[in-house]
């Protein structure tokens, strides 16, 4: 059976690496629609993916998150690969990673980045990308190797019950942990990762898009796991609680009296708070579950890859 694979490539102002990109994938995909979705460049990224034999469209809110948005809503295919436009990534590996999604009937297959040349990856970049993907497998218990990595295969059902909330380069942890809430079958496949062209500059901001990510992980922790997060603040409230309020007890033990007025209320709001805080997380929690039961009710309605 022939499936049907879209190359989807969000683009900003990549206008030396573009064409070169398009033609890689035309070499290892000949059959492939290839799309670049351009976002606001002021070169000729436009006219060397026309050149190329791309389709290219536009998307005018600005933001990686926001074109893969639009890309996920507009195409159509059996089998779609993403990749960014900056010949960073070994497309050579594309149809190992169709080829692992269909064998294994996977939803994702993520391209881990091993780098060949040591100006690939940026200090900042290769730590931060560590910490969050830590974080990430620490608190739903997965491991991973390169959580961020831009270079992914998808399949349909993924596709079209993804959410997509991010506007930026949080997208991808948004991808990711979408996977690991829903508790989809994904798997890493390491790929080789190169120095962008000369010429070619990074837009992602190590401290800004970083502060970001984490963001990002943070709400998406409430969101699909919102028992253990209104757990943890109520764990924080009780602990101020005993911090300010065994003083108190001791005193009004000793002398009878509670001469720090102002510290007691303090006290009972911070139990008020930690009480209240654990029935929000019972609440929310039976809130994401049916939300996720919901979910899993429209992933179910498209077929498995490689079946129709």
Do not use: W
């Not at 040349?117 to 200090?123: E, K, Q, S």
Request: with cysteine; aromatic share 10%; proline share 4%.
């Amino acid at each position: 059976m022939t499936l049907k694979t879209a190359v989807i490539i969000p683009c900003y102002n990549e206008e030396k690496a573009i064409a070169k990109v398009v033609a890689d994938f035309r070499e290892v995909l000949p059959q492939a629609e290839i799309y670049v979705y351009d976002n606001n460049s002021d070169d000729a990224t436009v006219a060397e993916a026309l050149r190329a034999g791309a389709i290219v469209r536009s998307e005018s809110r600005q933001g990686k998150g926001n074109v893969i948005r639009r890309m996920f809503a507009d195409i159509e295919a059996d089998v779609y690969v993403m990749s960014d436009g900056d010949e960073t990534y070994d497309i050579k590996k594309t149809p190992l990673l169709i080829s692992e999604l269909c064998k294994n009937q996977l939803d994702m297959v993520i391209g881990s980045r091993k780098e060949v040349d040591l100006a690939a990856y940026r200090v900042g970049h290769r730590s931060g990308n560590l910490i969050l993907t830590k974080l990430v497998q620490h608190f739903f218990d997965y491991q991973l190797e390169d959580m961020l990595s831009g270079f992914r295969v998808f399949s349909r059902r993924f596709v079209k019950t993804f959410p997509a909330q991010s506007a930026g380069f949080e997208i991808e942890t948004e991808l990711t942990i979408f996977a690991l809430s829903s508790k989809m079958p994904i798997k890493e496949v390491e790929t080789d990762y190169f120095a962008r062209p000369i010429g070619s500059f990074s837009k992602l901001s190590t401290v800004k898009d970083g502060l970001r990510i984490l963001r990002t992980i943070v709400m998406l922790i409430k969101e699909e796991r919102p028992l253990l997060f209104f757990s943890v603040l109520a764990f924080v409230f009780a602990l101020l609680t005993l911090v300010c309020g065994v003083p108190i007890v001791q005193q009004y033990f000793e002398t009878g009296l509670v001469p720090r007025l102002p510290t007691a209320v303090l006290t009972a709001s911070l139990m008020i708070c930690s009480v209240v805080s654990m029935l929000v997380g019972f609440v929310l929690d039976s809130v994401a579950n049916s939300r996720k039961e919901a979910r899993r009710q429209a992933y179910l309605r498209y077929p498995v890859v490689g079946e129709k």
